[in-house]
C-alpha cells in the first residue's frame, strides 16, 4: 500500500514537471501574446543545450559551459568558506561570552541593513580588481547568515547542559567541545544552507555587475548577444548547482548530527 | 575552599555509611535584585545535613528550594550567612561557591547530553577531569551500568532512543560515577507519571543502599519525601527558611507496605499541616513561581 | 544563555550594553576616517566619514533627485513585495492544504526556487513591455519564494488537534479553512514579509544597478562610474537607511497581525 502510494507521488511530480514544460512551450509558441513570442521556447532549449556543435557557443560539449561554472563555483566556494571561517568562531564568542556580544552587536546591526550588492561599488574600489570584490561582497551575505545563525544556535543551547557539565568538572575549553558546539551545530547548518543560498543569490548580481566570466555574467551577456535560448540553459544550470550546493551541506550536517537521526525515528514509531 | 579535585580522586564504592558530605547551612541569605525589585528569596536558612544523610526538601513554589540547591551545587551565591561542606567554607559572601564534581546534580528536565551516547554521557565527568584513560573509564562505566540493572545494553544508544526513566536512571549514574560528596536532585522525578516514579524510587533507594552518598532531594510530592528520606524538611514560603524539620525513622530498606504503615501516614499528616499553612500564606499572596 | 545568575551589586546592564557597542561603532569609523588619511592601499579614493557627511548635507539634503531616488525604489520594493504577498500566500495555502497539487507542482517550484532572483532579470526583460515592469517582477521573484515557502511550512505546522476538534464540532472545510487554517498561519506569514523585505531590497539596487536608470541603486552606481566616490558612500548609507526603515515598517505590520506576542 506504501509502495502504491510513493509510486503515486512519483507519477504525479513528472506529471507536474510535464505540465510546466507543456504550459512554457505553448505559450511560447501559441499565444498570440507578443511579451511571451519573444521568450525562447523548451524545445529549442534542450536541443541548443546538449548540441554537440551549438549555435551559440555553449552547451554540455563545450569546454566553455564548464569554464562558466567553474568561475562561479570558485568563487562561491571561497566567500561560503570564507564567511565559515570567520562567522562561526565570531557567532559562537558573540552567544557565549556576553561582552563579546556587547561589543560586536552594535556594529552588526548597523553594517547588516545595508544590502550586500550595494557594496559593490565600495568594493570595487577598495579592492584591487573585480575578482576580489565580488567575492567579497558574496562573502559579506553568507557571513552575516552564518553568524547570525550561530549566534542563535548557541544561545538555544539549554542552560541546563551548561550547568551539568560544570558540575562534572569541565572546564570552557571542554564545554566548547562538549556543549557548544554539538548543541549549536543544527543551527549552524541551517544557517549554513541559508549562507550558502545568499551566497549564489549575492555571486550572480555580483558577476552581473562586475565580472569577466561565470553563470551570472553569461546570463547578462547572452542577453546582450541577442542568445537567448543561452540564458535559460544558464539559469537553469545555475539553479542545479545552487541546489546541489545546498544539498550537499544538508547531507554533511545529517551525517555529523546522527544523534538527531536517531531520535526523530523514535518519535515517528 | 575545599580541594575538589584530590578529594574525588577516589573511586566510587559501595559504602556502608558516609565519611564525607556533612553539610553546614548557616543563617544562610538569597537576595535577588532584578530590575530593582527587591526578592528575598532565601532568609536566615539554617540546616545541619549529616553524612550519608537522604534528606527531601519540600515546599510551596516559590519557596526557595531550587535557590537553596542552586547555592549547594555552586551555581549562584548567597548574600549572607555561609555553606559548610566537611567543615570547610563553601560558600561565603566574599568567596561564592563553584560547581564541581563533589556536588553533582540531576536537573529536572534531564540534562543528559543528546549527542553522545549512554556510556560516553556516563564517563564524561571521569575523562573532562582527566581522572584516567578512556579505556579505563569506558571500562568502569559499562561495570556500573551492568550492575544497575543491566543498564549496559543501551550503552550505545542515544538518550534520544530511550524513555524519561531510562534516561534518569542513567543520569544518576553520570552523577554517581564520580564518587560526589553529595548527590543533588532537583525534582528529577517530576514529570513521570505515577507507575514510573515507583520504580525510580526503587532504583534510587538501590543506589543509596549500596552506596550511602549524602542525598539532597528536593520534590513537592510528599509521599515521595517522606519515602525516601531519612529527614524532611518543609521550607516556608518566600523569603524561605526551614519550618518544620521531620526525623523519618521509618526502618530500611523501604518497602510498599511502609507506604500505608501507621508511622508513615503520622509523619505524612504532619507535613501536610506545615506545607498547606505555608500555601495557603502563598496563594493569599499572590506569588508568581520564582524559578 | 549558559552563564552563572548575575551577582548582585552590579551595575545595571544597560548602560553596560550601550557603552561597549558605541566603542566599537566609534572605533570603525576612526579606523576608516584613518585608512583614508593614511591612503592605505585602495582606501585612497574614498571620502573620509566627515566628508560623506558634509556632501550629504551640502549637496542631498535638499536635492529634489535624490529625494526622487528614493521614491522611485521604494515604489518599486513596494509592487514587488505586495505583489508576493498576494500571489505568494494563496500558493502557499494551496501547497499545504491539497495533496495531489503538492505533488503535483511543488518539484517544479523547487526547480526553479534556486534561481536567483537576478538571473530573471534578461528574461523579465524580455517579457515585460516596460523597464519599470521588469525590474517590478524581479523584485517579486525575490519575495515570492520565500512567502510560499513560509505559508506552506505554517501550514504544516498547524496543531493536528485544532483540526480534528473542529472536524468533531461539525465545522465544514470552509469554515475550518477560514478560522483555523488562515489565523494559525498569520505567524508564518509574518516569518516570509521579514525576510522577504530584506531579499526585495537587496534584489531591488542590484536590479537597478544592472537594468535602470533611476533609483538608488542607480544613483550608487553611477557615483562609482563617474568616480565621485562621495555618492557611493551616500547611496550606500540612504539604502542601507531604507531598507531599515522598510524592516521596522514589516515590524509594525507583524505586531498589528499578531497582537498577541509579547514584545521582543
Known amino acids: 500500500m506504501r509502495h502504491k502510494l510513493l509510486?503515486?507521488?512519483?507519477?504525479?511530480?513528472?506529471?507536474?514537471?510535464?505540465?510546466?514544460?507543456?504550459?512554457w512551450y505553448a505559450s511560447v509558441k501559441w499565444l498570440p501574446i507578443s511579451s511571451f513570442q519573444r521568450l525562447p521556447d523548451p524545445l529549442t532549449v534542450v536541443i541548443e543545450w546538449f548540441n554537440p556543435d551549438p549555435d551559440y557557443g555553449l552547451s554540455v560539449f563545450t569546454v566553455d559551459y564548464y569554464l562558466h561554472i567553474w568561475y562561479s563555483t570558485y568563487r562561491a566556494t571561497a566567500s561560503f568558506l570564507l564567511a565559515v571561517i570567520l562567522g562561526v568562531p565570531l557567532g559562537i564568542m558573540m552567544g557565549w561570552r556576553a561582552r563579546v556580544n556587547e561589543y560586536a552587536s552594535a556594529l552588526l546591526s548597523i553594517l547588516r541593513p545595508i544590502p550586500p550588492l550595494a557594496w559593490v561599488p565600495v568594493a570595487i574600489l577598495i579592492f584591487p580588481g573585480s575578482e576580489p570584490a565580488v567575492i567579497f561582497v558574496t562573502f559579506l551575505v553568507a557571513f552575516f547568515a552564518t553568524t547570525m545563525n550561530t549566534l542563535l544556535g548557541v544561545r538555544s543551547i539549554d542552560s541546563d547542559y551548561f550547568r551539568a557539565a560544570e558540575c562534572l568538572g569541565a572546564k570552557p575549553v571542554d564545554i566548547l567541545r562538549d556543549i557548544i558546539i554539538p548543541g549549536a551545530l543544527p543551527s549552524i547548518f541551517t544557517g549554513l544552507q541559508i549562507a550558502m543560498g545568499a551566497a549564489w543569490f549575492s555571486l550572480v548580481a555580483g558577476?552581473?555587475?562586475?565580472?569577466?566570466?561565470?553563470?551570472?555574467?553569461?546570463?547578462?551577456?547572452?542577453?546582450?548577444?541577442?542568445?537567448?535560448?543561452?540564458?535559460?540553459?544558464?539559469?537553469?544550470?545555475?539553479?542545479?548547482?545552487?541546489?546541489v550546493s545546498s544539498a550537499l551541506i544538508r547531507v554533511v550536517g545529517n551525517r555529523l548530527m546522527r544523534w538527531r537521526e536517531q531520535a526523530i525515528g523514535l518519535a515517528e514509531n | 575552599m575545599p580541594d575538589t579535585m584530590t578529594v574525588t580522586s577516589q573511586v566510587l564504592e559501595p559504602a556502608a555509611d558516609s565519611s564525607l558530605g556533612h553539610l553546614s547551612v548557616r543563617q544562610v541569605n538569597k537576595i535577588y535584585d532584578p530590575h530593582g525589585v527587591h526578592v528575598e528569596a532565601l532568609q536566615d536558612c539554617s540546616l545541619e545535613i549529616p553524612a550519608g544523610d537522604f534528606i527531601a526538601v519540600v515546599g510551596p513554589s516559590g519557596c526557595g528550594k531550587s535557590t537553596l540547591l542552586n547555592i549547594l551545587a555552586g551555581f549562584d551565591n548567597l548574600t549572607g550567612g555561609q555553606v559548610l561542606l566537611d567543615d570547610e567554607p563553601l560558600a561565603t559572601v566574599d568567596h561564592p561557591p563553584r560547581p564541581g564534581p563533589d556536588r553533582v546534580v540531576v536537573f529536572q528536565n534531564g540534562a543528559l547530553f543528546p549527542w553522545k551516547t549512554v556510556l560516553q554521557n556516563v564517563v564524561y565527568g571521569l575523562l573532562v577531569q582527566n581522572r584516567m584513560t578512556e579505556p579505563e573509564a569506558n571500562e568502569m562505566g559499562m561495570e556500573l551500568l551492568a550492575k544497575t540493572g543491566n543498564l549496559d545494553r543501551i550503552a550505545h544508544s542515544y538518550p534520544g532512543q530511550l524513555s524519561s526513566g531510562m534516561q534518569r536512571r542513567v543520569e544518576i549514574l553520570r552523577a554517581l560515577i564520580n564518587n560526589p560528596r553529595i548527590l543533588l536532585l532537583d525534582e528529577p522525578f517530576r514529570a513521570m507519571d505515577t507507575v514510573s516514579k515507583t520504580t525510580m524510587h526503587r532504583h534510587l533507594l538501590d543506589i543509596y543502599d549500596q552506596y550511602h552518598k549524602t542525598v539532597f532531594f528536593i520534590t513537592h510530592d510528599l509521599d515521595e519525601a517522606i519515602f525516601l528520606a531519612d529527614t524532611v524538611v518543609v521550607m516556608t514560603t518566600r523569603p524561605g527558611t526551614i519550618k518544620l524539620r521531620l526525623d523519618v525513622d521509618l526502618p530500611r530498606p523501604r518497602t510498599r507496605e511502609t507506604l500505608t504503615s501507621h508511622r508513615f501516614l503520622e509523619l505524612k499528616q504532619q507535613a501536610v499541616n506545615a506545607v498547606h499553612e505555608e500555601a495557603k500564606k502563598a496563594f493569599e499572596r499572590g506569588e508568581r513561581e520564582l524559578a | 544563555m549558559g552563564q552563572a545568575v548575575s551577582m548582585p551589586g552590579k551595575p545595571s546592564r544597560w548602560r553596560r550594553i550601550k557603552w561597549r557597542g558605541a566603542v566599537s561603532v566609534i572605533t570603525f569609523f576612526v579606523l576608516w576616517h584613518a585608512a583614508v588619511v593614511l591612503k592605505l592601499a585602495g582606501f585612497a579614493e574614498l571620502p573620509t566619514p566627515i566628508q560623506t557627511l558634509a556632501t550629504f548635507f551640502a549637496e542631498y539634503l535638499a536635492s529634489p533627485d535624490y529625494w526622487g531616488s528614493w521614491v522611485v525604489s521604494f515604489e518599486r520594493v513596494l509592487y514587488g513585495f505586495i505583489i508576493a504577498q498576494i500571489l505568494g500566500i494563496p500558493l502557499g495555502l494551496l501547497f499545504g492544504t491539497s495533496p495531489k497539487f503538492r505533488d503535483m507542482f511543488f518539484p517544479v517550484f523547487e526547480l526553479l526556487r534556486p534561481i536567483p532572483p537576478l538571473a530573471w532579470v534578461p528574461v523579465s526583460i524580455l517579457f515585460w513591455p516596460t523597464n519599470e515592469s521588469s525590474i517590478v517582477f524581479i523584485t517579486f521573484v525575490g519575495a515570492f519564494f520565500v512567502i510560499v515557502i513560509n505559508v506552506f511550512d505554517g501550514v504544516g505546522s498547524i496543531q493536528k488537534e485544532h483540526l480534528w476538534l473542529a472536524r468533531s464540532l461539525g465545522a465544514t472545510r470552509m469554515t475550518i479553512f477560514r478560522r483555523i487554517m488562515l489565523p494559525s498561519v498569520i505567524p508564518s506569514i509574518a516569518v516570509g514579509m521579514t525576510l522577504g523585505i530584506a531579499i526585495t531590497w537587496n534584489v531591488v539596487i542590484a536590479a537597478e544597478m544592472i537594468a535602470s536608470d533611476s533609483g538608488l541603486g542607480r544613483m550608487t552606481w553611477e557615483g562609482y562610474v563617474s568616480s565621485t566616490p562621495e555618492v557611493v558612500l551616500i547611496g550606500m548609507i540612504s539604502i542601507g537607511l531604507a531598507g531599515y526603515l522598510s524592516s521596522l515598517a514589516v515590524d509594525w505590520l507583524e505586531s498589528r497581525m499578531m497582537p498577541w506576542r509579547e514584545r521582543r
Request: charged residues 5%.
Open chain 1, 7 to 23: 509510486q503515486q507521488r512519483f507519477g504525479l511530480m513528472w506529471l507536474g514537471y510535464l505540465v510546466a514544460i507543456f504550459a
Open chain 1, 207 to 243: 558577476e552581473m555587475i562586475a565580472a569577466q566570466y561565470g553563470l551570472g555574467f553569461m546570463i547578462l551577456e547572452s542577453y546582450n548577444l541577442v542568445q537567448y535560448p543561452t540564458i535559460v540553459i544558464m539559469m537553469v544550470t545555475l539553479g542545479i548547482v545552487g541546489y
